[in-house]
């Protein structure tokens, strides 16, 4: 049994959490599915934008915990054990990663617990929806541990560093409503379906503009919020010079003064020199 669907329609690609009974936990086979769905989509460039939701009671109550007894050796008794954990580790944080380099905006639609590693999931994403009934935990800190896939890193630049700091700390539930307050989510909405429907309408939107323009405006906001200013304008000017298209800007206003949808090239289809064929 697959932990997801992902279907594609109309250039939005829609994946869904698909094991409620198992509250949606990320087990190893989940880790594989990811990755693999996120590289294909990456290579591909025929959807515009990707939207996450899932199905259940929660979003994803994280990681599975049996994952520490089977798939991965946690093994603390060596140095090399040790520094096992540490690649177990990266090869983990780059699945999520992918989340941010893909070429695409994603967004998340998040209802009920989104706990755990599913902290280090939607917080890898652009946009966050999220139904009233959601709320998100720092786990890993009532179970004895650090958070370690990505929270720590990037909820401190979603949020202010003091509310981050606070829950990380506490383990305690944030609310939607203070996930709204604080800035985690983009907006809350009454149901699950609710929240749904406004990240694919929301995606719907993003795949009727230039998906190189997407890719671009993309690119420049992660890179300005790694870097300085001056740095990130610098990055911007080239950027810009590589994905401008005077065609795209007229067909874009054709398209508004025509009242109808514009339409533009998709992007081009990655092949990496394993897949060539090429000698």
């Given at each position: 049994?697959?932990?997801?669907?992902?279907?594609?329609?109309?250039?939005?690609?829609?994946?869904?959490?698909?094991?409620?009974?198992?509250?949606?936990?990320?087990?190893?086979?989940?880790?594989?599915?990811?990755?693999?769905?996120?590289?294909?989509?990456?290579?591909?460039?025929?959807?515009?934008?990707?939207?996450?939701?899932?199905?259940?009671?929660?979003?994803?109550?994280?990681?599975?915990?049996?994952?520490?007894?089977?798939?991965?050796?946690?093994?603390?008794?060596?140095?090399?054990?040790?520094?096992?954990?540490?690649?177990?580790?990266?090869?983990?944080?780059?699945?999520?990663?992918?989340?941010?380099?893909?070429?695409?905006?994603?967004?998340?639609a998040i209802h009920g617990g989104c706990i755990g590693g599913a902290v280090d999931m939607v917080t890898a994403c652009c946009i966050r929806y999220a139904s009233a009934d959601a709320f998100f935990c720092i786990q890993e800190i009532?179970?004895?541990?650090?958070?370690?896939?990505?929270?720590?890193?990037?909820?401190?630049?979603?949020?202010?560093?003091?509310?981050?700091?606070?829950?990380?700390?506490?383990?305690?539930?944030?609310?939607?409503?203070?996930?709204?307050?604080?800035?985690?989510?983009?907006?809350?909405?009454?149901?699950?379906?609710?929240?749904?429907?406004?990240?694919?309408?929301?995606?719907?939107?993003?795949?009727?503009?230039?998906?190189?323009?997407?890719?671009?405006?993309?690119?420049?906001?992660?890179?300005?919020?790694?870097?300085?200013?001056?740095?990130?304008?610098?990055?911007?000017?080239?950027?810009?010079?590589?994905?401008?298209?005077?065609?795209?800007?007229?067909?874009?206003?054709?398209?508004?003064?025509?009242?109808?949808?514009?339409?533009?090239?998709?992007?081009?289809?990655?092949?990496?020199?394993?897949?060539?064929?090429?000698?």
């Amino acid at each position: 049994m697959h932990c997801f669907t992902l279907t594609e329609q109309n250039h939005i690609a829609h994946l869904v959490l698909s094991r409620p009974e198992a509250l949606n936990t990320m087990n190893p086979q989940f880790w594989r599915e990811l990755d693999a769905a996120l590289t294909r989509l990456h290579k591909e460039g025929t959807a515009r934008a990707l939207v996450i939701s899932s199905t259940g009671k929660h979003f994803s109550a994280g990681m599975a915990l049996d994952t520490f007894d089977n798939a991965i050796a946690m093994n603390d008794t060596s140095p090399e054990g040790r520094a096992a954990i540490f690649d177990s580790l990266t090869d983990m944080q780059a699945t999520f990663t992918k989340l941010e380099t893909l070429r695409m905006p994603v967004i998340a639609a998040i209802h009920g617990g989104c706990i755990g590693g599913a902290v280090d999931m939607v917080t890898a994403c652009c946009i966050r929806y999220a139904s009233a009934d959601a709320f998100f935990c720092i786990q890993e800190i009532n179970i004895g541990m650090v958070a370690d896939v990505g929270t720590l890193q990037r909820l401190p630049k979603l949020i202010p560093e003091a509310v981050a700091r606070e829950y990380a700390y506490t383990g305690r539930r944030m609310p939607a409503a203070k996930a709204l307050a604080v800035g985690l989510v983009n907006e809350v909405f009454e149901s699950q379906q609710a929240a749904v429907d406004a990240a694919l309408q929301c995606a719907a939107e993003i795949a009727n503009k230039p998906p190189v323009a997407i890719w671009g405006t993309k690119q420049a906001i992660s890179y300005t919020r790694d870097h300085s200013t001056e740095d990130a304008l610098k990055h911007m000017g080239v950027l810009q010079g590589v994905i401008w298209s005077n065609a795209h800007i007229r067909e874009a206003v054709m398209a508004g003064k025509e009242k109808r949808a514009a339409e533009f090239p998709a992007l081009v289809a990655l092949q990496g020199f394993r897949e060539s064929g090429n000698p």
